[in-house]
């Protein structure tokens, strides 16, 4: 979304100068919005062996919200279903005890 | 074993806090419950206005808790005035070594 998207969506990923990993899944669609989106392929949470996401941990959960305090959507983070899962319900419960909002304004 | 949150009015002077927590306390008691840990956070902002307030006084606690009584203790707390919002949790005792507080 916020990406700007590379032109050609076909160019192999070693075309494109960012230090983004490669992204080794093909694209299927066509969209603008789901092209360029260089997703680290192992989820970040399974890396580090993750078995519970604390809805108190503020600071690590803001990592995993938009500017307009939005999810993250697991094509941006590049997590499996299961830890998504997870970091959405912390997200909100977080949200419930207004330790994290449901939006932000950015005007 | 529960986790609970809740929230209380920012508005409350000392005795009146420490009054509410102690009624807290009490409710888990005579629910069959027992308070293994408190915690509370103190003032704190809240990230979207409750009931006009945009603070509160944050308490957490660790419960055993017979599960039945959960519902009980959620409709007193709901009750309550003071409590700006709860939240109760269930705490997975296979993954209990990780649930220790952090300091805030």
């Known amino acids: 979304m916020e990406d700007t998207p590379t032109s050609a969506g076909t160019a192999p990923a070693k075309a494109a100068p960012e230090a983004r990993p490669k992204n080794n899944t093909t694209p299927r ?3 603008v919005r789901f092209q360029a989106q260089r997703v680290p392929r192992l989820c970040p949470f399974c890396q580090q062996k993750v078995r519970t996401i604390d809805y108190k941990d503020v600071d690590l959960l803001r990592h995993y919200l938009t500017d307009h305090g939005k999810i993250k959507p697991r094509r941006r983070l590049g997590t499996c279903a299961r830890h998504q899962r997870m970091l959405a319900t912390a997200i909100k419960r977080a949200r ?6 449901f939006t932000m304004q950015t005007l | 074993m529960y986790e609970l949150m809740y929230i209380a009015r920012p508005t409350l002077d000392e005795p009146a806090l420490a009054a509410l927590n102690e009624r807290v306390d009490k ?3 005579s629910a069959g419950g027992r308070v293994v840990k408190r915690e509370d ?3 704190r902002r809240l990230a979207y206005p409750i009931a006009k307030c945009t603070e509160g006084f944050y308490s957490v606690l660790h419960i055993h808790l017979p599960p039945t009584a959960v519902r009980g203790l959620e409709r007193n707390l709901k ?5 700006l919002r709860y939240l109760v949790t269930r705490i997975d005792p296979r993954l209990a070594p990780d649930s220790e507080f952090k300091q805030e």
């Open chain 1, 29 to 31: 669609r066509t969209n």
């Open chain 2, 41 to 43: 956070w103190g003032k």
């Open chain 2, 27 to 29: 409710l888990i008691a």
């Open chain 1, 96 to 101: 419930h005890v207004a330790l994290l909002p």
């Open chain 2, 79 to 83: 009750l309550a005035e003071d409590v």
